[in-house]
């Protein structure tokens, strides 16, 4: 099996707006190519900034890449992101001002 983690650092105010992408947009899509969701969580880091990951199981890095790459190619779903970029002011933006870091991890199951 592979692993992989997903993190973000994302502003207090703009939290519910990233939870809804996930939900209604990218969890969808992801299942839907094969990944597997182990589980998402998030914490306070009490200074206005919330940490949010999600961990992911496939059957291995090239099935990983794989689903990954027809997720990148699926129209529809590029055209779901671009419009939710849009509407919450640019995908330059909220990278500048809502969502501070983004890490994309392979972790190893020590069990």
């Known amino acids: 099996m592979f692993y992989r983690r997903k993190f973000y650092i994302v502003k207090s ?3 519910d707006r990233f939870n809804q992408l996930f939900i209604e947009i990218n969890l969808p899509n992801q299942m839907k190519y094969g990944s597997k969701l182990v589980g998402r969580f998030m914490k306070d880091n ?3 900034t919330w940490e949010v990951f999600a ?3 496939y059957l291995s890095e ?3 890449q794989k ?3 027809l ?10 992101i671009k419009k939710w970029y ?3 002011g ?3 933006y909220i990278f500048r001002e809502k969502i501070l870091e983004v890490r994309n991890e392979k972790i190893i199951s020590t069990i």
């Open 13 to 15: 105010d703009f939290l």
């Open 55 to 57: 961990i992911w199981e």
């Open 71 to 80: 997720i990148r190619s699926d129209k529809s779903h590029i055209e779901q």
């Open 62 to 64: 090239e099935d990983y």
């Open 90 to 92: 640019g995908k330059e």
């Open 67 to 69: 689903i990954e790459s």
């Open 46 to 48: 009490n200074n206005g």
């Open 86 to 88: 849009d509407e919450n």
